[in-house]
């Protein structure tokens, strides 16, 4: 019954932030939370708390914000003055924030009087492949569930989230936490060799394991349009690592010519 009378974690947030008045942490939040609510994952607290600031770029990861909208609706009440503080939002104050959409259908979090120029979108930096992994990885982060059912982004005590995770020893393309607590080191093979990306996945892992884990199962995945018998072979006999391999799919629409009315308007 307990469980049953728990708010969602973004009312938890919520609450937090309104019983500190108005002015806190992070770090503040999730503690009053895990007091307050024993049991709740921190990890999730994080990321509810991401969702729910206007200002943060990362906000667009999650599954509430993967629509363009002016704020606010009821996820839209933290606003970040800078790296770890929380204050309430006050649009009089912190400006109109929007989630707004470019033309090639990808979102971006900015202030009204900010917003894109029509026709704007992000650039590939290096050609084809890197635009393909992009997109590829942008759409995973999106529905982690079709890795693995209850996979949530990983974010940290410094509200770095697990999308490209910089480390000492390289970018992680997915950092993730799954059901148990557990780490899951995700990385895309989209035109990169077979030992680049096992050699990538090994080293990763072996870095979450011993600076992030704490103990906690670290599990890698590498995710890949083909799995080659030379992945296959390379991860034969190494522990907590599965493969993955993803289809594409196109569907094509007619559009209707416009009629004359249409044309003179």
């Known amino acids: 019954m307990e469980n049953q009378r728990r708010p969602a974690v973004w009312q938890m947030v919520r609450e937090a932030i309104n019983v500190m008045g108005g002015t806190t942490t992070n770090i503040a939040v999730r503690d009053w939370i895990v007091a307050r609510y024993p049991g709740t994952n921190t990890n999730t607290i994080q990321c509810q708390i991401i969702v729910c600031t206007v200002n943060h770029p990362s906000r667009i990861h999650y599954p509430e914000n993967q629509k363009p909208r002016q704020t606010p609706n009821h996820y839209d009440f933290l606003f970040r003055p800078e790296r770890g503080k929380l204050v309430l939002y006050d649009a009089t104050q912190h400006g109109q924030w929007h989630i707004v959409e470019g033309e090639?259908?990808?979102?971006?979090?900015?202030?009204?009087?900010e917003g894109r120029e029509e026709g704007d979108s992000p650039q590939p930096p290096h050609g084809h492949a890197f635009a393909a992994e992009d997109h590829l990885r942008e759409y995973l982060v999106q529905h982690l569930d079709v890795i693995e059912e209850g996979?949530?982004?990983?974010?940290?005590?410094?509200?770095?989230?697990?999308?490209?995770?910089?480390?000492?020893?390289?970018?992680?393309?997915?950092?993730?936490?799954?059901?148990?607590?557990?780490?899951?080191?995700?990385?895309?093979?989209?035109?990169r060799g077979p030992d680049t990306v096992c050699g990538q996945i090994l080293r990763y892992k072996g870095w979450v394991k011993r600076h992030i884990a704490h103990g906690r199962r670290v599990r890698g995945c590498i995710i890949?349009?083909?799995?080659?018998?030379?992945?296959?072979?390379?991860?034969?006999?190494?522990?907590?690592?599965?493969?993955?391999?993803?289809e594409l799919q196109m569907t094509l629409r007619d559009v209707p010519h416009l009629d004359t009315a249409d044309a003179e308007a």
Do not use: W
């Open 151 to 191: 996979l949530q982004l990983f974010v940290d005590d410094e509200e770095n989230t697990g999308v490209e995770y910089a480390t000492p020893v390289g970018r992680i393309d997915v950092l993730a936490v799954d059901t148990h607590g557990g780490l899951v080191v995700i990385e895309l093979k989209v035109g």
């Open 224 to 246: 890949a349009q083909h799995i080659s018998d030379r992945i296959r072979y390379a991860m034969a006999d190494v522990a907590d690592v599965f493969l993955k391999e993803y």
């Open 104 to 113: 090639d259908g990808s979102l971006a979090v900015c202030r009204a009087d």
